[in-house]
């Protein structure tokens, strides 16, 4: 699913007034309309009290049409204006024309904190202060208004996005609407998904306002939504008249003393995603652990005895390697990486430690074939990048960064996001179960399995991290949150290829 932009969601307006030949007012009661019956849909002429607090631009514009359906359904409405411009739009004005025109209980007027009515825990709040228009902090006066919706528990849903959150930036140190759903218009907006503005939504869901499909379907968008339908498009069906060596050979150079694991939890992934065939590369002392814990892979090891590898030296031709989870930092093994950096030809997959050697050494970033794939967590991530002052800037350093090194990041977090060529592809599946210790490994074999198997870099990057989540969502039904292990996300994997071609995805995505 797209994701755009301010700049083309006010395009998509206006190319739809074109196409339809109607004035903006008319979307605006199309959008509200809508809202007006999913809100309708949901409390069937329940006698709750509703409170619907407007602005002064379009966002406002819209509450005024919705609070107009509900009192012509019989519901009881409170509407305010929060005042906090006198700039009022013109659709705003219609809007609230047509409102006075069905009801002599005009909407109150808000203009500082003495104005503030009571909110029970039991009305519905409806949030259409801001839209996506809010460009700044919003004064004080109106932070507070937030604050007290926020604390009055009710229910409250927010009108394509929460108040106080920007589409484009994070505005520091400002209070957020904390919305209960947000009916989203047309397409979510790429701060739902990002950590910083994200952990203000419980729900989203998108209300298809109708906006014109020549303009949607051919407009380019830098962030792109995926779920189920954008997998099952990626997915790659296995041939009836295939063998083994079909499916591609990987070779995961992975663990070190008492981090075996790492090893035993990416090579299991690796094999679970469908490559053909897996070679573990790791120290001597790894052999025991992974030839008796995965009889399906085969084991090469480096030739010294010591506890981390130190050396990487082998003799078969894999067609692609993932290096990193449990390899640790230590002298012999930089050496080794850097020593395999400067010979290696193959495509790569780097996770953990060999990003942190990349990290103390940019130098060896020179060295990466193009099309590498890094899967950083926010820390790994800060290393190579720097640290950023919000989560947009995040975006745009990993954009830089990707550009510059030709590789494809995969910035893993509640929601990841694979940046490449600057665009972003942001997952959709994940569960906050999956913040376990070795969930990185078996995404950096899921990943490798892939390339292993045909599929593009940059393909497996964004397939792979959906079926890694979606393996933990399907996992939790049987284990819980907290009961969710990285090896239980590998023995899920094959159920997260089955499961694309289950059900149709419902909304909301996430
Ligand atoms: N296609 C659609 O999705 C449609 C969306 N609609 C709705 O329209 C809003 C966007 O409306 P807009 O009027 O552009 O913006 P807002 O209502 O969010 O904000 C109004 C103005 O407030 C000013 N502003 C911004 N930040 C602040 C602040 N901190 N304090 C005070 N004022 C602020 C800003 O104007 P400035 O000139 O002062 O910068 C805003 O313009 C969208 O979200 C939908 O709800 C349409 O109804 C239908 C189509
Ligand atoms: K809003």
Avoid at 7 to 33: C, H, V, W
Avoid at 64 to 76: D, K, M, T
Avoid at 212 to 229: H, P
Avoid at 464 to 492: C, K, M, P, Q, W
Wanted: hydrophobic share 40%; proline share 5%; glycine share 8%.
């Amino acid at each position: 699913m797209k994701i755009l932009s301010k700049d083309q969601i006010y395009a998509a307006d206006k190319a739809t007034e074109q196409a339809e030949a109607i004035p903006s007012f008319n979307l605006m009661e199309r959008a509200g309309g809508y809202a007006f019956q999913y809100i309708h849909q949901r409390l069937q002429g329940q006698p709750v009290q509703i409170k619907i607090f407007c602005g002064i631009g379009n966002n406002g514009g819209d509450g005024l049409v919705i609070a107009r359906n509900l009192v012509e359904n019989g519901y009881s409405v409170k509407t305010y204006i929060v005042n906090y411009s006198e700039n009022r739009s013109e659709d705003f004005l219609n809007a609230l024309e047509e409102l006075k025109k069905k009801t002599t209980k005009w909407p109150e007027v808000l203009k500082s904190v003495a104005d503030f009515p009571e909110i029970a825990p039991e009305d519905l709040v409806v949030d259409c202060i801001f839209g996506i228009g809010l460009n700044r902090p919003a004064a004080v006066w109106v932070q507070q208004l937030f604050r007290l919706i926020n604390e009055s528990s009710a229910y409250t849903l927010a009108i394509d996005i929460p108040s106080g959150m920007a589409i484009d930036q994070i505005i520091p140190d400002s209070e957020v609407v904390r919305a209960t759903v947000v009916l989203t218009f047309q397409t979510p907006k790429l701060a739902f998904f990002l950590p910083q503005s994200g952990k203000y939504i419980n729900n989203w869901e998108v209300l298809d306002i109708g906006l014109d499909r020549n303009y949607l379907n051919s407009v380019k968008t830098k962030a792109q939504l995926i779920g189920k339908t954008e997998a099952q498009q990626m997915y790659r069906p296995r041939q009836k008249f295939s063998h083994k060596g079909t499916y591609g050979h990987a070779l995961l150079i992975a663990g070190s003393y008492g981090k075996m694991g790492a090893a035993v939890l990416s090579n299991k992934a690796c094999l679970s995603s469908g490559a053909g065939l897996v070679t573990a590369y790791s120290t001597r002392q790894g052999l025991p652990i992974l030839q008796t814990s995965i009889p399906e892979v085969m084991v090469v090891t480096d030739r010294h005895t010591g506890d981390f590898i130190e050396e990487i030296q082998f003799d078969i031709e894999p067609d692609v390697i993932g290096i990193g989870p449990g390899l640790g930092t230590h002298k012999s093994t930089q050496k080794a990486f850097e020593e395999f950096l400067k010979v290696n030809k193959t495509p790569l997959v780097l996770d953990a430690d060999a990003l942190n050697m990349l990290s103390e050494n940019k130098a060896l970033l020179d060295l990466l074939p193009k099309y590498s794939i890094l899967t950083p967590h926010p820390k790994e991530l800060e290393r190579l990048i720097g640290e950023w002052k919000d989560d947009f800037e995040k975006l745009e350093k990993a954009e830089a960064f990707s550009a510059k090194y030709d590789c494809i990041l995969v910035c893993k977090d509640a929601h990841t996001i694979v940046v490449f060529e600057g665009n972003y592809y942001v997952n959709t599946s994940g569960n906050p179960g999956m913040a376990t210790g070795g969930s990185g490994d078996v995404l950096t074999g899921v990943l490798t399995g892939l390339v292993a198997q045909g599929y593009d870099p940059l393909t497996a990057a964004i397939f792979g991290s959906f079926i890694h989540g979606r393996a933990a969502d399907i996992a939790i039904n049987h284990t819980g949150y907290e009961g969710l292990t990285a090896g239980v996300i590998v023995e899920f994997l094959g159920q997260a290829f089955l499961d694309l071609f289950h059900e149709p995805e419902k909304q909301p995505q996430k």
